[in-house]
């Protein structure tokens, strides 16, 4: 749950003279100082005022870190004409390799972005990582290294294990393949141009001669091939050395297979038999076809990297969490603030109204109430006093308190946490291994099939035999070219993605649509996931001789200047029937019992059992009401006035009214369903009993949800996990597929693979329904892709020459793999059509 600000009220971009007026207001662009993202002012977020400005914020976080230093954050300096520009208000922005600008004008941020290394000077080397980081496969985890480097098993980057600090940097492969994805891109345009204007009609011979548009072609394709490609022959090589054939190794054999071929082509046109020769004498060549590959690879790499590295703010947002500084108290009772770093266990911290506890202890001194919502999820505030104990991350509501640390660093909850979430995010698989685990077999039977060719025509053939022999072998290379094979998982999972984002389903990894399809258990959070997350009045039992409206406008006369979540429920709930509220006088809260005070001259109370007796009221004539209601799971406070007993309210959290359906249709979808909930066993078997949950585990900490994933992952379940709080983060991260309310927390929605724009569990049925149709499309595109590789090598190698004289030239070879290309996004393409 995200915790509710004072200041959270929205007045426009800014406040006091800085607003801007007329049209003006409609047009301006509300953006978070610290970070850049724009912000809704009607969305709820944090806000803060500096200098008579109101300024909103994306999370907790970014305005934490724009108080403790706000001129930090106020204006930055546009990159290519050095203007000042108000970080707040600017509508020109850009993030480039992790880091974001501002811009004065559209035409400045043109310029950037055409050539953003013309403007950033002499950046910062990233921070190096700490001394003893392992690096690890994120395909293959039990591939364990001290310096970073490829997997010897796929040819993946390996990423570094343990919690990022956060301040690491871009990725410099990501950094380095978008580079190289821009040259391919770039001389891959012309090339395809070149190749492909005879077949739309378009003549370039009165432009250029055909042996000089040849030598262009080589020209262009060189520095892809010979530069942009090596990191991927390089992984092609590993795989053939570590006899582990890959995705890689086909790339290399066809990229490398169609360069080759035409600079033979190219260099030595006389030795090629008039049979491969086109109009004008020339021999096909195949540059565009190695350079197209190199660019759509590239592409499909970046966005993977741009995903993975976007998973670390879900980290950031987890350790943002934690104040930086702690206030200690000295032996001598002074009292001063340190960095956390420096808190040892042991140590006297005092922690203000409104303040994040630091970490770990136990309560010394005071009483307060403070929200858990980030460990339990429950939106209800727990009372503290001497000896109850604290966590690291919660928020303290209104007392203050003096607490003894007890865990700190690492040993942290809020630490552990992150570690939870790091780790699981390693370990996750992406789709491209279904495409791999075919290859291992493909890649050695395509090679095993040129060789065979090449020695058959070199030693049967025709004269020149070895001429043959080549051509046979290339044509068999280019035609196993993994074109289609490359396309048929991306192009299905984009349109995949468009089509979720209508329906209000948005996909961040792709793997996470090929595990949803697959899953047979669903455990579902119970707070903000099948209920609306906000406590609301529910019900009113006035006693003998009290009418409703009476016992309500006293409660909510008592609970008005009160900030507690049941006091909201009870005034929000007097306001919507319409019921006037007076206001109290010598109010108290009774930490952990409720609130007295008197209003309209008489003496009122409400709070629960334990204040009664203290009262000297007696409760037994409506106790079986208030024992009924709190058998549903609701919260039942009784109230009495004058000494008496006045009646009984109750507040719960209502269930979704789209959530019984929702419930009802996933089980229909063969789903087994498990409420995992923070909250006590009696809350929530009332409400799996009204939904037809089928199991219920209740009272569990962020570490016992992850354990809930862990064993039922270990009985060979398929598992996914719906939730919307900090404390649901781990078991997200940890599932094979984390499903995230799209109204919950930031960490929740950056550690799940599928967001829920709406927050509604109909949204898991759409996600179902769209996985399902996606894994099957993907099926059906590497069945296209390789039925044309099954049907289309044997002929390359040339098994229909003994019946029709003729031998499949590279130059057809490369036709049929684009025609493989072709089906493959028509069949993708199916999906936008898909009924959710």
Known sequence: MTHSHHDNHSHGAHGGC?????????????????????????????????????????????????????????????????????????????????????????????????????????????????????????????????????????????????????????????????????VSAVLSVPLLIIAMAPMVGLSLETLISDRAKTWLELALASPVVLWAALPFFHRGWSSILNRSPNMWTLISLGVGAAYLYSIVATLFPDIFPHQFRVHGGGVPVYFEAAAVIVALVFLGQVLELRAREKTGSAIRALLDLAPKTARRIAQDGSEGD??????????????????????????????????????????????????????????NKNGSLVMRAERVGAETTLSRIVELVAKAQRSRAPIQGLADRVSFYFVPAVVLVAIVAFFAWAVFGPEPSLIFAIVSAVSVLIIACPCALGLATPMSIMTATGRGAHAGVLIKEAAALERFASVDTLIIDKTGTLTEGRPKLTDVVAAAGVSEDELLALAASLEKGSEHPLAEAIVEGAAQRGI??????????????????????????????????????????????????????????????????????AVADPVKATTAEAIKALHEGGLRIIMATGDNERTARAIAGKLGIDEVRAGLLPEQKAALVDELRGKGAGVAMAGDGVNDAPALAGADVGIAMG?????????????????????????????????????????????????????????????????????LAAAAMSLSSVSVIANALRLRTLKL
């Not at 993907?778 to 044997?794: D, E, K, S």
């Open 743 to 811: 109204t919950g927390a930031d960490v929740a929605v950056e550690s799940a693979g599928i967001t829920l724009v709406k927050g509604d569990l109909n949204g898991i049925v759409r996600a179902r329904t769209l996985a399902r149709a996606t894994i099957r499309n993907i099926r059906q595109n590497l069945f296209f892709a390789f039925l044309y590789n099954v049907l289309g090598v044997p002929v390359a190698a040339g098994v229909l020459y003994p019946l029709t004289g003729t031998l499949l030239s590279p130059m």
């Open 338 to 395: 340190v960095p956390l770093d420096s808190v040892n266990t042991g140590d006297r911290l005092r922690v203000r109204p409104g303040e994040a506890v630091p970490v770990d202890g136990v309560v010394l001194e005071g009483r307060s109430s403070v929200d858990e919502s980030m460990i339990t999820g429950e939106p209800l505030p727990v009372e503290k006093a001497q000896g109850d104990a604290l966590t690291g991350g919660t928020l």
């Open 18 to 182: 800085c607003a801007p007026k007329g049209a003006a207001v409609a047009a301006a662009v509300l953006r978070d100082p610290v970070c850049g993202m724009t912000v809704d002012p009607a969305a709820g977020k944090p806000t803060s005022q500096h200098g008579g400005t109101l300024y909103h914020f994306c999370s907790e976080g970014c305005r934490k870190k724009f108080q403790a230093n706000p001129d930090s954050y106020l204006t930055a300096t546009d990159p290519v004409c050095g203007m000042s520009v108000d970080r707040a208000t600017a509508k020109h922005f850009v993030r480039h390799e992790g880091q974001g600008f501002y811009f004065c004008s559209a035409g400045c941020k043109a310029k950037f972005e055409a050539a953003p290394q013309n403007y950033l000077g002499d950046r910062p080397a990233p921070a190096p990582m700490p001394k003893g980081t392992q690096y690890t496969c994120p395909m293959h985890p039990e591939v364990i290294r001290d310096k970073p480097g490829s997997c010897p098993i796929c040819g993946m980057a390996l990423e570094p294990m343990g919690v990022p600090s956060g301040d690491e940097g871009p990725n410099p492969e990501l950094v380095d393949f978008t580079r190289r994805f821009w």
């Open 580 to 649: 006037a509220v007076a206001d109290a006088v010598d109010f108290e809260a009774v930490t952990g019992k409720g609130v007295s005070g008197t209003v309209s001259g008489r003496a009122a109370a409400l709070g629960n059992a334990a204040m009664m007796h203290d009262l000297g009221v007696d409760v037994s004539p409506i106790l079986a009401s208030a024992q009924a209601l709190q058998g549903d799971g609701k919260t039942a406070m009784f109230v009495a006035v004058g000494g008496r007993l006045a009646g009984i309210l």
